[in-house]
């Protein structure tokens, strides 16, 4: 929750490729108080089965840009592999293309960030959502 001195952020994950949320993705948040100060590590959280990360921590005072960083290659080769069979879905059974996606952005005091990632196994979006 937001205050006048702070700023709070939420955010969600749609695997486009299935038009359905994505379960089970770790999601770190870094925070820093100034463009040339350090980044913090506040803790993380995993999407639910509805994609969200409901238990994200609270931003510290001063807060001027926040960084989600989501672990996808697990998500996906769990997709993978759940697949074996159907052999057009899993077109490049290598490496995973994005393992990770940081999605970096200013915030500013008493504010709400919701930030939604658009997943697909080759490419991903983001958005200020509501």
């Known amino acids: 929750m937001s205050t006048s001195t702070t700023a709070s952020v939420s955010t969600h994950i749609l695997d486009t490729s299935v038009g359905r949320p994505a379960e089970g993705v770790a999601v770190q948040l870094t ?10 590590a506040l803790g993380g959280s995993a999407t639910d089965a509805d994609g ?3 238990d994200l921590p609270a931003l510290p005072a001063g807060t001027t840009h926040v960084r989600l960083d989501f672990a996808v290659e697990a ?13 057009p ?4 059974s290598g490496a995973v293309f994005f393992p990770e996606v940081a999605i970096t952005f ?15 196994p080759f490419g991903y979006s983001v958005y200020r959502g509501s």
């Open 31 to 40: 925070a820093r108080s100034g463009r040339e100060a350090d980044w913090q």
């Open 75 to 87: 998500y996906f080769e769990k997709k993978q592999a759940d697949a074996q069979q159907d052999a």
């Open 106 to 120: 200013a915030v500013k005091p008493g504010e709400h960030y919701h930030v939604p990632l658009l997943l697909n």
């Open 52 to 54: 969200r990360c409901k």
């Open 89 to 92: 879905a899993n077109r490049d």
